[in-house]
């Protein structure tokens, strides 16, 4: 039953986001396939009833040549001037910001991120009144199944 409603939870995340194929639900995780954009990600909803439309995504552009971007769809706008930053079981990395958008702020932080995401168990976005709790349980495959989705685009 817990299953079931991470797949509706997750579908509806997915709608906004413009979803065409599922590529398959891994425990707190799916992934998804858009072939019009073209992209594939993985994506999560954070833990607890306060989300409101928040989750966290994994994302890769094959004709844009990015790979494994990180993006956070915050549960509430970051105070302006506030330090975020994302803790990955004990590791923290410092976010950029926007509104209720936040990102790695460069290639080699969405690099590290995704390389920690994947021995790791729990994710907190954190700071300027956000706190955003993630758990990780298929993470690593929903990242897989997004960057093999979008091998042939």
């Known amino acids: 039953m817990r299953k079931l409603a991470i797949l509706f939870a997750l579908a ?14 891994y425990s707190s995780w799916a992934s ?5 954009t073209p ?10 009833n306060n989300a409101r439309g928040a989750y ?3 994302g890769t552009w094959p004709k844009r040549n990015l790979r494994n971007q990180v993006h ?19 590791t923290n990395f ?5 509104g209720r958008d936040a990102w790695a702020p460069d290639a080699a ?8 995401l994947r021995s790791a ?13 993630y758990d990780l349980s298929g993470v690593a495959t929903a990242m897989d199944a997004a960057i093999v989705g979008c091998a042939d685009l």
């Open 56 to 58: 966290a995504s994994i």
């Open 94 to 98: 410092d976010l950029v910001a926007r």
């Open 39 to 48: 992209r594939c990600y993985a994506i999560a909803k954070p833990r607890g």
């Open 121 to 133: 168990s729990v994710m907190r976005v954190n700071g300027g009144g956000v706190s955003d709790r």
């Open 32 to 36: 998804f396939r858009d072939a019009e």
């Open 72 to 90: 956070f769809r915050l549960s509430r706008e970051a105070r302006e001037g506030s330090t975020l930053r994302v803790r990955i079981d004990t």
């Open 12 to 25: 509806a995340l997915a709608a906004p986001l413009g979803a065409k194929d599922s590529l398959g639900v």
């Open 109 to 116: 932080g969405d690099a590290a991120i995704v390389a920690a």
